[in-house]
């Protein structure tokens, strides 16, 4: 049965709205962290930790307030997470500590979580079945161009009025958005379904396992893999999945079905994303540090180099994520993971005096392929969702596609930055420590993207209608 509403667009502007804020303000804070270490005259490690407390809330929350939408309705959840994600940005603004910092940014990630597992639903529920792609590219093309200005005019705000101005600025877009999605918004018509069996343990162990997990490289790249830090970690993320495994087992509805994880349309996209969609915020945040650590005196070039890479997601979303609503996934994912693959060979050639070409072709190919990869990987996974679980269904793959990035980010970012600190130490120049981190880096990513390849071809083969 086709789903859709004669109005299903007009319907989607609130969401669309909310997206679009959530891509301008994370584009602005792109630049925050470097900013913020930097003032606060901390080690770059710190960077690692401002990105990851907002991941680790993004990520580990989004299955649960996915299927609070379910119970309270979309309009109401979408309404709720810009509520908490405007009050994050607020308490990020008047941050004077780095244990400020990382609270206000969990919870601007809590916001996140709430918002787009909503935008996703809609689309899973109220778009024509053959348009669901497009849907989808619709919104990674909101999400990415939204941010295509933001790293470089946030590095523009921090040079002339500080981090702290440049978060005041997200703060005043998320108060106009609010604004207007509480006018578009017709809570009267809101689809709400009663609370049954809701699984508050399952909740609670989603949150301390997956953000457990997310903390295991970088503690161990920081503090040692035979600290005590490391090994307390290490045990506790495998008791944590230990009574996870338990409670959704013993669980009437668990927040993470297993029928649903256990798909190969589910594992094997969660796979390749790991291998790949982490690159994305790790070369991002890398590509900064490197500009600093080469040419403190024009950091804002690096602000511009991650806009094209952006300005590459929102086409890549456009020109390659429709493709799988008329090919076969498995042989665009073919052709567009080598683009990473391709972007990540770019940085073999960087060095001391790279130019803002090289920079930008880097992250500008690396973005093409990521914003098709994105796409692609909504359209195998959720195409197929019932109405009625798509609020938890979005969060589920929500929670494992939010874990990809973050994950990249605290295994890439700690072996740049720790190797660029370990070469110091050996007597090596601040500017080749830093080129020679950013080669090995190139390396190993071009490993992953390689070995992802070879896991989408596993996928089921799609069947034409």
């Not at 946030?154 to 101005?165: E, T």
């Not at 013993?250 to 790949?276: E, N």
């Not at 991002?284 to 590459?312: C, D, H, K, Q, W």
Request: charged fraction near 10%; glycine fraction near 10%.
């Amino acid at each position: 049965m086709e789903r859709k509403s004669a109005s299903y667009m007009r319907g989607f502007l609130p969401y669309a709205l909310a997206a679009f804020m959530v891509g301008i303000a994370g584009g602005f804070s792109t630049v925050l962290g470097p900013a913020f270490v930097q003032d606060l005259d901390i080690g770059y490690q710190n960077t690692t930790w401002t990105a990851l407390a907002q991941a680790v809330s993004t990520a580990t929350c989004a299955p649960i307030l996915g299927k609070l939408g379910d119970v309270i309705g979309r309009r109401r959840t979408l309404l709720l997470g810009i509520s908490v994600y405007t009050m994050g940005s607020v308490l990020t603004s008047l941050a004077g500590s780095l244990t400020a910092m990382l609270a206000a940014r969990f919870i601007v990630g809590i916001g996140t979580a709430a918002i787009a597992p909503m935008v996703l639903a809609y689309i899973v529920t109220e778009f024509p079945a053959d348009k669901v792609a497009k849907g989808f590219s619709l919104y990674m093309l909101i999400s990415s161009a939204a941010v295509i200005v933001g790293p470089s005019l946030g590095g523009l705000m921090v040079q002339s009025y500080g981090w702290r101005g440049m978060i005041w600025l997200c703060t005043a877009v998320c108060a106009v958005v609010f604004t207007a999605c509480l006018f578009l918004t017709n809570l009267r018509h809101d689809v709400r379904n009663p609370v049954v069996d809701f699984d508050g343990g399952g909740a609670v162990l989603v949150i301390l396992f997956f953000g457990l997990f997310l903390c295991i490289p970088s503690v161990g790249q920081n503090f040692g893999w035979t600290s005590a830090m490391f090994v307390v970690v290490l045990i506790s993320a495998i008791a944590a999945l230990a009574a996870l495994v338990f409670a959704e087992k013993r669980a009437a509805v668990p927040i993470l079905p297993g029928s649903f994880l256990l798909r190969r349309r589910f594992f094997i996209p969660v796979l390749a994303m790991f291998l790949t969609q982490g690159l994305m915020q790790a070369n991002m945040t890398n590509v900064i540090v490197f500009v600093n650590e080469t040419r403190p005196e024009n950091s804002v070039i690096s602000g511009y180099a991650v806009s094209i890479m952006y300005l590459g997601m929102s086409l890549g979303a456009v020109l390659l994520g429709p493709l799988a609503d008329r090919f076969d996934p498995r042989w665009v994912l073919s052709f567009s993971l080598p683009l990473t693959g391709l972007g990540c060979a770019v940085m073999l050639w960087f060095s001391a005096e790279s130019s803002l070409f090289l920079l930008a072709l880097s992250l500008g190919l690396l973005g093409l392929g990521l914003g098709g990869n994105g796409t692609i990987f909504m359209k195998v996974v959720l195409a197929d969702l019932p109405p009625g679980q798509a609020g938890s269904g979005t969060g589920t793959y929500g929670l494992f596609r939010d874990i990809s990035a973050p994950f990249g980010v605290a295994v890439f970012v700690p072996m740049f930055t720790n190797l660029i600190t370990a070469l110091m130490e050996d007597g090596v120049s601040r500017e080749a420590a830093a080129v020679y981190a950013v080669r090995r880096l190139s390396v190993v990513e071009l490993v992953c993207v390689a070995v992802s390849v070879l896991v989408v071809r596993m996928l089921p083969k799609t069947q034409k209608k």
